[in-house]
């Protein structure tokens, strides 16, 4: 029953636990610092992201307005033209139906009076 013994195995013991105890404190204070500066690094990415973000989308708004725009100059620009066609078009038309209802008429004449020199030939027979 020696106690001078126990003591120093109790006071080893106590000592290993405090310095275990020491090495997760420390484990974990760096590990908490680690992640802190993650967390840190991640937000400031995020951050520096955003306007690029931001800007994109901007560019990209303004490039749907100009295609919108172009898409409808051009849809003027065409129905411009088909109008400017069609007019174009109804006034040929107009041009040969006057020159061709003097053919018409000149026909007409020649076949009522071939129809007329027929039917006289055909009576004095």
Known sequence: MNTKTKQPDE??????????????????????????????????DLKSKAPKKAAVAKKVTAAKTAVAHKAADVKKKTETKAAGVKVKATTKAKEVKAKAKPAVANTKKAVAAKAVKATNTANKK
Do not use: G, S
Request: aromatic share 8%; hydrophobic share 40%.
């Open 11 to 44: 006071k080893r013991f106590f000592e290993k636990v405090k310095e275990t105890i020491e090495e997760l404190w420390d484990e974990t204070k760096d590990m908490a610092e680690d992640i802190k500066d993650a967390a840190v690094h991640k937000l400031d």
